[in-house]
């Protein structure tokens, strides 16, 4: 049973950066597209950047332009470096791995969820 977690959240200002890391443990991290996801309270759960097996990836509208996912297969980690944070960005934000071979924004077809890791942009 793979177990995914986050790392990396905490309070930061506005204009400030953060990097977040997801690491697999218990199993075989061979699931090729990696997200990442964002929830604010009273709010859906939103994409903001998944990577496929290739190292391929794409952005949501909260994450283009201002985040960049990484992935580091030896490691079993996938990274999302967070620029130019804004109040707005505050959310539980949680990594998630899926067995297909296609990026999608959709959330329930995700196979596994990590716990989410808080992060609070505040001055």
């Known amino acids: 049973q793979v177990q995914l977690v986050e790392s990396g959240g905490g309070l930061v200002q506005p204009g400030g950066s953060l990097r977040l890391s997801c690491r697999a443990s218990g199993g075989d991290f061979n699931m090729p597209v990696v997200g990442w996801f964002r929830q604010a309270p009273g709010e859906e759960r939103e994409f903001v950047a998944g990577i496929d097996g290739g190292a391929w990836s794409q952005y949501g509208s909260s994450g283009y332009g201002r985040c960049t996912i990484f992935r580091d297969n030896a490691k079993d980690t996938v990274d999302l470096q967070m620029n130019s944070l804004e109040p707005e960005d505050t959310a539980v934000y949680y990594c998630?791995?899926?067995?297909?071979?296609?990026?999608?924004?959709?959330?329930?077809?995700?196979?596994?969820w990590g716990q989410g890791t808080q992060v609070t942009v505040s001055s």
């Open positions: 998630a791995a899926r067995s297909g071979q296609n990026i999608v924004s959709t959330v329930r077809v995700y196979d596994y």
